[in-house]
């Protein structure tokens, strides 16, 4: 039996607490609340940790050091006591029936058997840890001790970054062939003969004779 399967008898009934009903109620002048404050006020409420506005605790404490409590392996403890009165002669108590069987809750890495208790019936038991006295007891009763690995988590794998679709790459402008040269068309040779004739009639034929 657990803290939480505690129930109240059936039909049985608790009478309310009735306050502000004097000093004979048992509940005192101020109704359990003290003499003024900010507690004694009605619908008042104070966040956990808050100090009246001056620095609090865990600000005022020093954070120093690297704790790796986040990497460390937990185990749920399962003891012989629970496994003797949960499982059947020639049963595998592995991690699954446990849970079934509602000897183990929660997250973790693993079920470690505890020797608090005796047992007295033959198991196959199948755990991540095994203490010293539970393995040598689930030995001597014929049973067995399977240790499982607990299960390692795989890191995460860098993602690669891929181009867009709708981002087309910009194209770089290609360089403009050179222009060619065209070449200069002759001149006709009927023109060319016209234009020594006239070139030879505006030479002047000698020298003037001296007077």
Request: charged content about 35%; overall charge positive.
């Amino acid at each position: 039996m657990r803290l939480h399967d505690l129930k109240p008898k059936a039909g049985s009934r608790t009478r309310r607490k009735r306050i502000g009903r004097g000093r004979g109620s048992g509940q005192g002048k101020t109704s359990g609340r003290g003499t003024k404050g900010q507690l004694s006020r009605a619908g008042s409420s104070v966040r956990p940790g808050f100090e009246g506005g001056q620095m609090p605790i865990y600000r005022r404490l020093p954070k120093r050091g690297f704790n790796n409590a986040r990497f460390t392996t937990t185990y749920l403890p399962v003891n012989l006591k629970d496994l003797e009165e949960k499982f059947e002669v020639g049963a595998r108590a592995d991690e699954e029936a446990i849970r079934k069987a509602g000897l183990a809750n929660g997250k973790c890495d693993g079920v470690k058997i505890l020797g608090v208790g005796k047992l007295t019936k033959k198991l196959a038991v199948v755990a991540s840890a095994f203490s010293a006295s539970a393995k040598a007891s689930i030995e001597a009763a014929g049973g067995s001790c399977e240790l499982v690995s607990p299960p390692v988590e795989e890191e995460p794998k860098a993602k690669s970054k891929k181009p867009k679709a709708d981002s087309p790459a910009k194209e770089t402008p290609k360089a403009a062939p050179p222009a060619k040269e065209t070449p200069k068309a002759e001149a006709p040779a009927e023109e060319a003969e016209s234009s020594d004739e006239v070139s030879k009639a505006s030479e002047p034929e000698g020298d003037a004779p001296k007077g």
